[in-house]
């Protein structure tokens, strides 16, 4: 059974650092993570979709990467603005169109 | 491009009721998953619909049910509500194999 995880649950930086946030799972047969973001109350907002066969994808100051054989993918947020605060969610699928979501990572930046 | 709404956004319902819950998908986009989200549970598959046929179910009761009709909107029902259903609804919708673009949500609250 496939099991996504998100570390750190919660994270607060001031504004202009650079962050990481963590995204296991145990199944490594996927075939699509994406990663979205949540803001309180709201629907989902896509940020990345990786594909299987690639290792990483971009999008302004977003960079997410994926390596299928350790089960992990990183999102990388370059110089994180206030605008950026959200819980952010990292989902696996294999193909099936039933996305498996992880627990989300809350993450607050300081003005 | 008009991007995915559900109707309402809004339910308050007593115990025992049932309710219905609609969709409609970005336009050309055949395949349409539902997702419960509660803050016990996290983000949880419902089922997917793809040209009105039910492609995959997660693991909930019977309770939960779903359609797609031909113009690929889709609707769900929950019968005899629960305390427990009381829950943020959320679907999304896809072209094959690829990203998953979401709705507001129906925020549904049992009494």
């Known amino acids: 059974k496939q099991e996504v995880t998100q570390i750190p649950a919660a994270l607060s930086v001031p504004e202009g650092e650079n962050l990481v946030l963590n995204c296991s799972f145990t199944?490594?047969?996927?075939?699509?993570l994406q990663w979205f973001r949540q803001d309180p109350g709201k629907g989902l907002t896509s940020l990345l979709l990786?594909?299987?066969?690639?290792r990483e994808q971009t999008s302004g100051r977003l960079n997410a990467s994926l390596d299928k054989s350790s089960g992990r993918s990183t999102l990388y947020i370059a110089a994180s603005q206030p605008g950026d605060s959200a819980t952010y969610l990292c989902?696996?699928?294999?193909?099936?169109?039933?996305?498996?979501f992880g627990t989300g990572t809350r993450l607050k930046v300081l003005a | 491009k008009a991007g995915v709404t559900q109707t309402p956004r809004y339910l308050i319902k007593t115990r025992g009721q049932q309710v219905t819950l609609s969709c409609s998908p970005i336009?050309?986009?055949?395949?349409v998953s539902w997702y419960q989200q509660t803050p016990g549970q996290g983000l949880q598959f419902l089922f997917e619909?793809?040209?009105?046929?039910?492609?995959n179910k997660g693991n909930f009761p019977g309770r939960f049910s779903g359609r797609q009709f031909s113009n690929s909107r889709s609707e769900m029902n929950v019968s005899t509500l629960e305390l427990g259903d009381s829950a943020l609804y959320l679907c999304?919708?896809?072209?094959?194999?690829?990203?998953?673009?979401f709705g507001p949500g129906t925020r549904l609250t049992v009494l």
């Open positions: 336009s050309g986009h055949r395949s």
């Open positions: 989902a696996v699928s294999k193909g099936t169109y039933k996305y498996i």
């Open positions: 990786i594909q299987s066969s690639q």
């Open positions: 619909y793809f040209s009105e046929t039910q492609r």
């Open positions: 199944d490594s047969a996927i075939y699509n």
């Open positions: 999304a919708s896809s072209l094959e194999q690829n990203e998953q673009f």
